[in-house]
C-alpha cells in the first residue's frame, strides 16, 4: 500500500507561482501513469495535468502553458509547477500515482490564489 502526500499548497497572489510536491511512504516503481487533479467544492474532481511513463505530458486547456508536471524520483513522483496562477486555480490539488501494483491518491494540499 502506497501512501501519497502533497506537499507546497498555500496562499499566492494571482500572478505569482507556486510548486507542488508528491511523497511517497514506499517507493514507487514501474508508474504507468501519473497526474494532478484538483477539485472546488460542489464540483467534481478534475484531471488537469498527466504524465505517463514514456515521459509524455497533457494538460486541461484551463492550465495550458502555465502549469508544468514533472516527474521526480521513486519517493518524490511528480510534481506541478504552477505559474502565473489564478484566483479561478483556487482548489484543493490531489496527486495520482498508477501502476500494475494499483492507483493510489493523496489527500489532497489547498491551493488558493488572492491578494
Known amino acids: 500500500q502506497v501512501q501519497l502526500v502533497e506537499s507546497g499548497g498555500g496562499l499566492v497572489q494571482p500572478g505569482g507561482s507556486l510548486t507542488l510536491s508528491c511523497a511517497a511512504s514506499t517507493s514507487t516503481s514501474d508508474l504507468l501513469f501519473m497526474a494532478w487533479y484538483r477539485q472546488v467544492p460542489g464540483e467534481k474532481r478534475k484531471l488537469i495535468a498527466n504524465i505517463d511513463s514514456r515521459g509524455q505530458s497533457d494538460y486541461a486547456d484551463s492550465v495550458k502553458g502555465r502549469f508544468t508536471i514533472s516527474r521526480g524520483d521513486a519517493r518524490n513522483p511528480i510534481y506541478l509547477q504552477m505559474n502565473s496562477v489564478k484566483p479561478e486555480d483556487t482548489a484543493v490539488y490531489y496527486c495520482?500515482?498508477?501502476?500494475?501494483?494499483?492507483?493510489?491518491w493523496g489527500q489532497g494540499t489547498q491551493v488558493t490564489v488572492s491578494s
Open positions: 495520482y500515482v498508477y501502476s500494475d501494483k494499483g492507483d493510489y
